[in-house]
């Protein structure tokens, strides 16, 4: 007798997509906008950003209570973004429904040819409608013209309907609208009147960072409350919900990584920085870490005077050079690391974390595309010192995927590990002494210098690499093993 063909299991999860034609769109404040309402409506909300984004999903956990996930195709293969987006709508209680913002325009990804790493990839691997955002500014009967070219695009991305953003008035609203739905069929479901109030903190990484936002701006929960009566006057939420409930079961992948391990050993304990200055993590790699067996402990760089007891440390992204002033006065801190550093104790840090155990930092531009860097003044900052190279903020913005193998045993991996990754940063890293180590070779990148990443002393390394657990999935599990090694 043949034995029964496994039949995968199935997951329902309601679920739409939030794109745009371009960035600067208003995704993101319609995105939050939606969040609250849905929120405040009693509904347990999901969020999602297609993409390595850090900031938006700091709202989204914000107003839904919720860990944010991140699901971005370059990185992940199919199962895994099903992985991620599964877990996701599980992993806090059920979700009643996933809300998906998408990357820049609906159909930018990796390369000019096919939709690897954009949000149409993610829309038909989760079999989910999208919204369409258009930027209404100025134009009427061509939106229409737009509709209809990414309508027939791809068919198979299912444009359920449209959001046409800074309207100005009733006129243009009802232009636009009749075009639209004469010429493609699609419905528009929401009118955004044009208001400089729905603009949220931007600087040179993109959006303040929300727990930066709520901590400097008295009236945080006001202007979310404002976007939110703006969505829920412009939208036609409710016709939302029915285009979200009409996605199909999703199946489950046949395997996941947010497994939990056991360890005979004690946990290790590993100190996660996040404050102000570091706040640039992704729940994945932070819950994952947790899976394999580690005990997490927070501080800040910033306002603890001492590191708490750990066995090893990691120190994400953020913005250092805007805090340059107070983790330099901080020096019992910095002390802790750069003696914790010299005695062997395993730290990882990426970007902001590689910027602050540098020696020193110098904050400031001068000439043209200074005015994005306003809020730093030129000065130089005394660091931690556990690596060497004095950190220089500059005019060049990297942001890019990059592929990398490691060269070397490191607190990440073993030799020849190879991952999927990206960078984003405005800053490079000088005075590196020739005969300096490094742990990870791009093959695809920026990194620190001549295609090196890694900056590696004792059994701390920094990079500009930004990992991401669910897919270069050796990383945790790496990171815990090295830690207990050397506990």
């Not at 806090?92 to 690897?116: P, Q, W």
């Amino acid at each position: 007798m043949s034995e029964k063909p496994h039949v995968p299991e199935t997951k329902n999860i309601p679920r739409i997509l939030l794109s745009a034609g371009s960035s600067s769109s208003g995704k993101t404040t319609i995105t939050i906008g939606l969040l609250a309402a849905l929120v405040e409506a009693g509904y347990k909300v999901q969020p999602y950003k297609v993409g390595l984004d850090y900031i938006d999903p700091s709202y989204y956990s914000e107003i839904t209570g919720r860990r944010a996930r991140n699901i971005d195709g370059f990185l992940m293969d199919e199962e895994g973004v099903r992985d991620v987006f599964i877990h996701g709508a599980e992993a806090d209680g059920d979700a009643d429904i996933a809300i998906i913002e998408g990357v820049r325009g609906l159909y930018e990804g990796f390369d000019s040819f096919t939709d690897t790493g954009s949000t149409a990839q993610i829309a038909k691997i989760l079999k989910c409608s999208v919204i369409l955002i258009i930027n209404a500014r100025s134009i009427t009967r061509s939106a229409a013209a737009l509709v209809n070219g990414f309508k027939e695009f791809d068919r198979d991305v299912h444009i359920a309907g449209v959001i046409l953003n800074n309207i100005g008035g009733p006129r243009h609203a009802k232009k636009a609208t009749e075009a639209i739905e004469h010429y493609t069929g699609i419905p528009v479901i929401g009118v955004i009147r044009r208001n400089n109030s729905m603009k949220i903190s931007m600087r040179h990484l993109g959006l303040v960072p929300a727990i930066e936002e709520r901590r400097r701006a008295d009236n945080f929960d006001e202007r979310i409350d404002f976007i939110k009566n703006t969505i829920k006057e412009g939208v036609q939420v409710d016709r939302l919900l029915e285009m979200a409930h009409e996605a199909p079961d999703l199946e489950r992948p046949s395997k996941t990584v947010f497994s939990p391990r056991e360890i005979e050993d004690e946990h290790p304990a590993i100190g996660v920085a996040f404050d102000e200055a570091f706040n640039f993590y992704y729940h994945d790699n932070i819950e994952l870490l947790e899976m394999a067996g580690a005990e997490i402990k927070y501080f800040s760089p910033i306002h603890d005077s001492k590191l708490p007891d750990v066995d090893g440390l990691y120190l994400g992204g953020g913005y250092p050079e805007l805090f340059a002033a107070k983790l330099e006065n901080n020096v019992s801190m910095r002390d802790d690391i750069l003696d914790a550093s010299r005695s062997g104790l395993p730290i990882y840090a990426e970007c902001g974390g590689l910027m602050y155990l540098t020696e020193k930092l110098s904050t400031g531009v001068k000439g043209k595309g200074a005015h994005h860097m306003a809020e730093m003044p030129e000065s130089t900052h005394e660091m931690v010192g556990a690596l060497p190279g004095h950190t220089l903020m500059g005019h060049k913005r990297v942001v890019s995927y990059n592929i990398g193998s490691l060269a070397m045993d490191a607190v990440i991996g073993k030799t020849g590990n190879s991952f999927r990754g990206h960078e984003f940063h405005h800053s490079e890293v000088t005075g590196i002494p020739k005969d300096a180590k490094f742990a990870i070779k791009l093959s695809r990148g920026t990194g620190i210098i001549d295609g090196w990443d890694g900056l590696t002393v004792n059994n701390t390394l920094g990079c500009y690499a930004h990992l991401v657990a669910s897919s270069y999935r050796e990383f945790t599990k790496s990171f815990v093993d090295f830690v207990l090694q050397i506990k």
